[in-house]
Nanobody, 125 residues
Framework: VQLQASGGGLVQLGGSLTLSCAFS????????MGWFRQAPGKKRQFVAA????????TYADSVKGRFTISRDNAKNTVYLQMNSLSPEDTAVYYC???????????????????WGQGTLVTVSS
């Protein structure tokens, strides 16, 4: 499995951005997918996750109501729509894939076997 994240960039306070993560491999729809982020000087943290079918999602409290994770299984792609961005959202965003499917560990890094290279999101005030 290879993951390629894209869509990062510079955005102003209150702006929006959509990240994409292209999945290369087989059986994309069987993978739970997640987004994590790492701000400068901080540990990587969970942002959002989505089940293989797309029917179940979960979010970190810090992004709930502002971010939306979705997937297009026909395109082998997962998205992260980010609205009402603030400087606190500045980070490198990583997508990740979990072959073992959906369970309580989707909020943990060790759940995921494959990681993308990250895409930088910078929110200016």
């Amino acid at each position: 499995v290879q993951l390629q994240a894209s869509g990062g960039g510079l955005v102003q306070l209150g702006g929006s951005l959509t990240l994409s993560c292209a999945f290369s491999g087989r059986n994309f729809r069987t993978y739970a997918m997640g987004w994590f982020r790492q701000a400068p000087g901080k540990k990587r943290q969970f942002v959002a996750a989505i089940i293989g079918s797309g029917g179940i999602t979960t979010y970190a409290d810090s992004v709930k109501g502002r971010f939306t994770i979705s997937r297009d299984n026909a395109k082998n792609t997962v998205y992260l729509q980010m609205n009402s961005l603030s400087p606190e959202d500045t980070a490198v965003y990583y997508c990740a894939a979990a072959y073992t499917g959906w369970d309580y560990r989707v909020v943990r890094e060790d759940k995921y076997e494959s990681w993308g290279q990250g895409t930088l999101v910078t929110v200016s005030s």
